[in-house]
């Protein structure tokens, strides 16, 4: 079992297989060049798994495979197999922009892949390409849609934002429902990657949109899972991921590895430590130590959720996974 310097049981571990991305979101990397980034510069399936099957024999029992948009690293399927076969009952999902689903969703499903989130902010054409500056929205709902068949659950994340798509939500929530997905929304984070126009929603605003069609009330949370659900009068359950409150870190159960190796107990704070060298030289030892070492300095809060507030992050969310 793995348990952080405060206590807390860390049982999930976020894996970006790549920082590349083929959208280009206002809330994340709105102005960063396509580019490739070297292959010697990122840690092969093969290695990502050695420390995933450390990190598995430690403790963690969720594994989620992130990017940048990791389905554009090629032959994705076979690390989640490697993943698959090792564990079978690993909880093991992915987050994706869903653009290239509609070829991949049944290769993924084969391969042992459990779940899908995905991201969908509009169901206009126009607001969706100008928020990913490119033109989306028909060839992802084709994903979701691909990625349902195929029999992934498929779970649904919108990030609002002011004068854009907050005239949608609940537009949003009502293919959601029809679908049988569940959405949460996503308060906008902070960071010197997006774009400095760029202005989210708070989970207050969040509600009083929704209110305005439906009744709801709030329900407990699942776990340790970093969404306040809420529900409809119906039953439909939605969520709203708030990391500016103060009690959102309190059941971090999550570590995060980037492609190029680098281990990251929070999201927002900078302290991290790699793995390449050790898991290279196959010195499985020193990568389980590292491993511990992390997590023993996790700090008990991000700085979204401190006494000041209000900070933007230097993180590239797109080299984490978010």
Known sequence: ?????????????????????????????PEKPFSWVPRENLLSYEDLFKF????????????????????LREGLENFVKMIADYKSDIDLALTTNAYLLPKAAQKLADAGLKRINVSL?????????????????????????????????????CVPMK?????????????????????????????????DTAMGLNSEEIQAIIREKYNFKMIEREGSSPSQNY??????????????????CATCNRIRLTASGVLIPCLYFEDA????????????????????????????????ADEEGNETSSRAFYETGG
């Open 1 to 29: 079992m793995l348990i952080d310097g405060h206590g807390r049981k860390v049982d999930y571990l976020r894996v970006s297989v790549t920082e590349r991305c083929n959208f280009r979101c206002q809330y994340c990397m």
């Open 52 to 71: 995933v099957k450390v990190s598995i024999d430690e403790g963690i029992r969720k594994v989620r495979i992130t990017g940048g948009e990791p389905l």
């Open 121 to 157: 902010d509009s169901l206009n054409d126009e607001v969706a390409a100008k928020i990913a500056q490119k033109d989306v929205l028909k060839t992802v709902l084709k994903g979701i849609q691909a990625a349902s068949d195929a029999g992934l659950k498929v779970k649904v994340n």
């Open 231 to 248: 529900q409809l009068e119906d039953g439909y359950v939605f969520g709203i991921i708030e990391p500016h409150k103060d009690d959102f």
């Open 163 to 195: 004068g854009i798509n907050d005239g949608e939500l609940v537009e949003i929530m009502d293919f959601c429902k029809e679908k049988g997905y569940p959405i949460r929304y996503i308060e906008y984070m902070e960071n010197q990657h997006a774009k």
């Open 273 to 304: 430590q790699s793995i390449k060298e050790a898991i290279q030289s196959n010195d499985i030892d020193k990568a389980a130590a590292i491993l511990k070492d992390v997590l023993a300095n996790k700090p008990e809060k991000n700085k979204w």
